[in-house]
T-cell receptor, first 110, second 113 residues
């Protein structure tokens, strides 16, 4: 079983749509949670950290549900520039190791 | 952007040859990581380092070795490259490890023929 699981998609949505991604993790002792964005043939870059209380950054909202062990990312009013792969990342409480989901592909269509 | 560079950025080699990838950082971060990224698998940890000469294995460490003799450099070596090691390799750094974010290099694309 993978440590972090994501629906690979692809998600194809029109501009202006709202889209949500979910991610589940297996280790209940996990400490830190992140969403990264990766453009085609580029390195991953941090989109946002995910806190228990939930956090928002402009059009992006991240939520953490520790009881159900899942993390979500909501993108409102999608832009063409949001087209990318979104990676769910979890840091297990077993050392300084970050575990990545396989990523969810998003294409925003004009 | 974090000061992290990888070299070479692209390499084509033959099965059985040794290959070394270099990661260099100017951020003085304690933690350094090597990942490989393959379709359908996402990013998988090969090895990581938590200080000079302090390294540990990740989930896909077989066939790879690492060394860190200076804070700023983390080397990944494939002693005898195989076709299954064709991949994109990313180096990453983190200041605080467990709770901090990862900053990635631009990646090294390795093809083993």
């Amino acid at each position: 079983r993978k440590e972090v699981e994501q629906d690979p998609g692809p998600f194809n949505v029109p501009e202006g749509a709202t889209v949500a991604f979910n991610c589940t993790y297996s280790n209940s002792a996990s400490q830190s949670f992140f969403w990264y964005r990766q453009d085609c043939r580029k390195e991953p870059k941090l989109l946002m950290s995910v806190y228990s209380s939930g956090n928002e950054d402009g059009r992006f909202t991240a939520q953490l549900n520790r009881a159900s062990q899942y993390i979500s990312l909501l993108i409102r009013d999608s832009k063409l520039s949001d087209s990318a792969t979104y990676l769910c990342v979890v840091n297990m409480n077993t050392g300084n190791q970050f575990y990545f989901g396989t990523g969810t592909s998003l294409t925003v269509i004009p | 952007d974090a000061g992290i560079t990888q070299s070479p950025r692209h390499k084509v080699t033959e099965t059985g040859t040794p290959v070394t990838l270099r990661c260099h950082q100017t951020e003085n971060h304690r933690y350094m990581y090597w990942y490989r990224q393959d379709p359908g698998h996402g990013l998988r940890l090969i090895h990581y380092s938590y200080g000079v000469k302090d390294t540990d294995k990740g989930e896909v460490s077989d066939g790879y070795s690492v060394s860190r003799s200076k804070t700023e450099d983390f080397l990944l070596t494939l002693e005898s490259a195989t076709s299954s090691q064709t991949s994109v390799y990313f180096c990453a750094i983190s200041e605080t490890g467990r709770t901090g974010e990862l900053f990635f290099g631009e990646g090294s694309r390795l093809t083993v023929l």
